[in-house]
């Protein structure tokens, strides 16, 4: 299945706003950015066709596979001036770099990379700021099971907050952590049916517009994990992670288990 990765947003709560900021999926995790531990998920379960909607520093990402050096994170023997690779990344990887434009909403993206999933009957989409365990190969086939136009991976909220009982003379009845309510937030991973662009309009959203139609219809599945599941989407979560990283700590990377 062809994997639709949204990569061309600002993401205004991770750069500093200064003039050549890479953009958040090429934030560095480790010794690799945040969008290639993304898509080496997604090729862990056998999905290697990936379809980059781009947008501002577009650039920094083409570089970065226009360039891409496989000894930064694969084993290789030095003989004779020649660099003899052990193991591989992306050999077998197909990238569509397409520019989807600098200001354009999720669900626009995916309307100008339509064409690049023509005879798709399903298709997987993804933020590409998010990591997890989640597994794929299931979520895969339990909607491919149904008849729904999407699924949507949903996740408990992952905010610190706490919820507040409030009593009608303003005493406090309880505090209750937001992830421990019954409550599920998106979590950005999707299976999707070409359905889809049927309620997507002009300018729209993915979200807001397409999956909101769905769930009207009854046509929208959920896929409730409560396992590893982590946003980056602020310098603290992204400098969480890389200490986590260095420790080991890295659930996501299936592909090193195997």
């Known amino acids: 299945m062809k994997v639709v990765l949204f990569c061309g947003g600002y993401g205004t709560r991770m750069r500093s706003g200064a003039p050549g900021d890479v953009p958040k999926p090429m934030q560095p995790v480790g010794p690799r950015p945040l969008i290639w531990h993304v898509m080496r998920y997604y090729a862990h379960f056998g999905h290697t066709e990936f379809v980059l909607c781009l947008g501002y520093g577009a650039h920094h ?33 197909s990238i569509s770099f397409v520019d989807t434009g600098i200001d354009s909403p999720i669900g626009e993206r995916l309307r100008r990379v339509r064409g690049h999933l023509e005879g798709e009957e399903m298709f997987l989409a993804n933020y590409a700021d998010v990591l997890t365990d989640a597994p794929l190969d299931d979520i895969v086939a339990r909607f491919a099971r149904s008849d729904a136009g999407a699924s949507m991976t949903v996740v408990p909220p992952s905010d610190t907050f706490h919820c507040i009982e409030l009593g009608e003379d303003g ?8 992830s421990d309510m019954p409550l599920w937030s998106n979590g950005g991973y999707f299976v999707l049916r070409q359905e889809i662009f049927d309620h997507i309009p002009e300018n729209g959203d993915l979200v807001a517009d397409g999956c909101a139609e769905l769930a009207k219809r009854g046509r929208l599945l959920s896929y409730p994990y409560r396992g590893f599941w982590r946003p980056t989407d602020t310098v603290k979560e992204r400098v969480a992670l890389n200490e986590e990283y260095a420790r080991g700590e890295r659930p996501w990377a299936l592909w090193e288990r195997a």
């Open 61 to 93: 990402i083409k570089d970065f596979f226009l360039h891409y050096e496989e000894t930064t994170s694969n084993d290789f023997i030095l003989r004779g001036g020649r660099v003899e690779l052990l193991s591989t990344d992306i050999s077998d990887w």
């Open 171 to 178: 005493r406090v009845g309880g505090i209750t952590p937001v």
